[in-house]
């Protein structure tokens, strides 16, 4: 009865304990909801390995939004939390006709422009925390000249991933960006991706999904996405710099213009934005800028921004572009590079590489690629990229920006290293190389490396002396050069180089100020260039191409390069491009083999060689081709008395030649061997005079040798094989001992199989 009691008060506690297991999970279920920002701004708190969401009707008096059940919608556990300004019957965003006050005058517009909501969004996520959030169709829009907050705002020492779906908008007040993420603020990094279908399933290669999209605009000097500059902060306050922003997938379009470079509608007036992607102006540094995957960038930066990289007097450091991406970029009003510094900022670490293909313009004075103007940079072109940069009025394509006073120490110093497969078209402005330095340089020190690829450097339109790739025209360039180093070599891949200057520039690749090229043959005419790849470097001038101030957006079928006045290449170059088509390349393009003294011909003891230099553009290459040594041709045996060349000599009476062995034969079998000359000119009655080759002869024929070998051996051979062969019954003991042995075996096996079964 006791046991009884006691199993029933078990099964009572263990039910309970279920029960209230139950109800606990039902009470601690976390949420999977979609919320009409609409509504009211939401607060989203990524802490403890938990995700968040507070939506607020009412923030000033602690008022918050009720789902369709009553409940309020604060401190809400959600770790799959989607926003949304769609009409939750029709499914469509909202329109509204916005009047608001636009530019220094105080004029009032009214526009037909999407203007959902000003409601907000805020995301912190604590340190060792990541907040998910989608964004479908979100349009939020604050009022043009206020002082209020950005759209959306990211603090936080931990991550934040951004999840697209569907047309997003993001437009913020005067002194804040559009999607902000300042480094006063938020330290972790901001991750923006486009990795899951519409339905929230994964993505595969072989279905086909609308790509969500995001439009970002700051204002008041600050960022699209990333630094903002509010009108309390000082020159030294770090809501300027951003850092750690990755962008892996979508759509993207960051800065005060489309990708036409055409201004929004309502930033008339308005051009002193920071960066595109980076930071505010007024000193905004960007570190650590990851764009990659299948994303899809255009950045333009305002008023001495860059598009991305830094804000005015701003710094870019780690800009990495890889993958699949495609990123179109352009320094928009003056200064700024397209992708590195702002007006006088720095474009250090540029990285390019995988499948890229990236489109850069600078800003007035700004490089496409590297620096801002008065300053330069590092950028390092690899893998398999497509790269195309064009500078403006002084800027070069990739490297420096145009000079506007003497540097400071280090501040234009510039690297370019191009490797591997990437193929990159570069564009100078003005007085500045394609490759190098801006114009008017007055310091610093350039180097430029080309392992790999194939480049096309077009050098500024200027009068003045500008190189395709080097030094562009110095500050004061009457017999002046620049500190600079180019080097070309197929170290790390096949490398192709087409530069072109001005018709009245004596060289297309040199240290800038007129002086004569750095690449070309040596004293004794030996290419530069090595031999583990094929590298060939063409120089062009009297080209003719616009200049790019602004207007210009790579239309390259405009650029003529002009004449070809110069061509350096290695032998590697000739031998990996043996059925070259002459009808596309230039004569100087082929090596022309002339005959260095004579031919030493080969005779039966040694080989013999021919040496051959080119004789193009004062190319000195050589080469030595080694003529093998003669292999001896068998004579043919003499015929004796009377008989006649098809008479069979008897075994008794062969004349052999010196130094020979007689084979033995057969009788009556005819033992003159069938002869393949070596040459078929020479014939059995006009043998080689001395046993050496005539003096036109350069090989012999290895094979006819090698069968008259084998056919001299072909006799004794047989007769040996002959000799060998057994003897049938010459040996009958053998075989009777053999049968004896096998009738005893058979008779002791029947005697020991009976005694076995007696046994048994």
Known sequence: MRKNVKQQLALRVLSTAALMAMVSSIATAAFADTY???KGSVDILAEGGEQRITQWEDKDNNLCVKDGEGKEIRNRLDDDITLTTK???????????????????????????????????????????????????????????????????????????????????LISGRGHAGLEKADDVSTGSLTIKDDLNDNGTEKRKDES???????VVGRGGSAAIGGCKKEDSRYDDTCR???????????????????????????????NCGAGIGGASSYGDAKNITITGNADVTAAGGYYSAGIGGGEYGNATGIMISGNAKVTASGSGSGGAGIGGGDEGMGKDIFITGNADVTAYGGNQGAGIGGGSSRGGSVTISGNAAVTAVGANGGAGIGAGASKWTPRDGNYDTTVDISKNANVTAVGSSSAAAIGTGSYAKGGKTTITIT?????????????????????????????????????????????VNASCQPNMKSAISTGGGADDIIGYDENGKSPFGEKNSVIVR??????????????????????????????????????????????????????????????????????????????????????????????????PDVPGGNTPDTPNKPDTPKQPDGTTPAPVTPDVPSTPE?????????????????????????????????????????????????????????????????????????AGFVLDRKNRRMN
């Open 36 to 38: 009409d920002l609409n």
């Open 241 to 271: 710099d951003t850092s750690n922003i990755k962008i892996t997938g979508g759509c993207i379009k960051a800065g005060p213009v489309d990708e036409n470079r055409e201004y929004y509608t309502d930033m008339r007036g308005e051009y």
């Open 675 to 747: 002869v393949t000359p070596a040459d078929p000119a020479v014939t059995p009655d006009a043998p080689a005079q001395d046993g050496t080759a005539p003096a036109d002869t350069l090989t012999t024929d290895t094979t006819a040798a090698a069968q008259n070998v084998a056919q001299n051996a072909e006799p004794k051979a047989a007769a040996s094989t002959a000799a060998a062969l057994p003897q049938t019954g010459a040996n009958w003991l053998a075989v009777v001992g053999s049968a004896l042995s096998g009738l005893f075996l058979l008779a």
């Open 87 to 169: 009409d939750e019957t029709t499914g469509e965003t909202k329109t509204t006709d916005v009047t608001e006050t636009t530019g220094e005058t105080g004029e009032t517009e009214t526009t037909g422009e999407i203007k959902t909501t000003t409601n907000t969004i805020t995301v912190e996520a604590k340190a060792g925390n990541t907040a998910n959030v989608t964004l479908r169709d979100v349009n939020i829009t604050k009022d043009t000249w206020s002082s209020g907050s950005a759209a959306m705002t990211i603090k936080g020492e931990g991550n934040t991933e951004i999840e697209l779906d569907g047309k997003n908008t």
């Open 452 to 496: 790999g690829g194939t480049v096309t450097a077009i050098g500024g339109t200027s009068t003045t002396p500008a190189s395709a790739i080097g030094g562009g025209t110095p500050s004061s360039y009457a017999g002046k050069v620049l500190d600079v180093t180019v080097t070309i070599n197929g170290n790390t891949g096949n490398t192709t």
């Open 539 to 636: 120089m062009y001038n009297n080209g003719s191409y616009p200049d790019y101030s602004g207007d210009f957006k790579g239309d390259l079928d405009k650029c003529d390069l002009g004449t070809l006045y110069q061509t350096v290449h290695n032998r590697k170059y000739m031998e990996e491009n043996p059925n070259i088509d002459t009808k596309k390349l230039e004569d100087e393009d082929l090596h022309d083999w002339k005959l260095v003294g004579k031919v030493v011909e080969p005779t039966l003891e040694k080989d013999g060689y021919a040496d051959y230099i080119c004789s193009i553009d004062k190319c000195g290459q050589t080469k030595h081709v080694v003529l093998p040594k003669l292999t001896p041709e068998p004579s043919e």
């Open 209 to 215: 999904d609308t790509v969500g999209s995001l439009n």
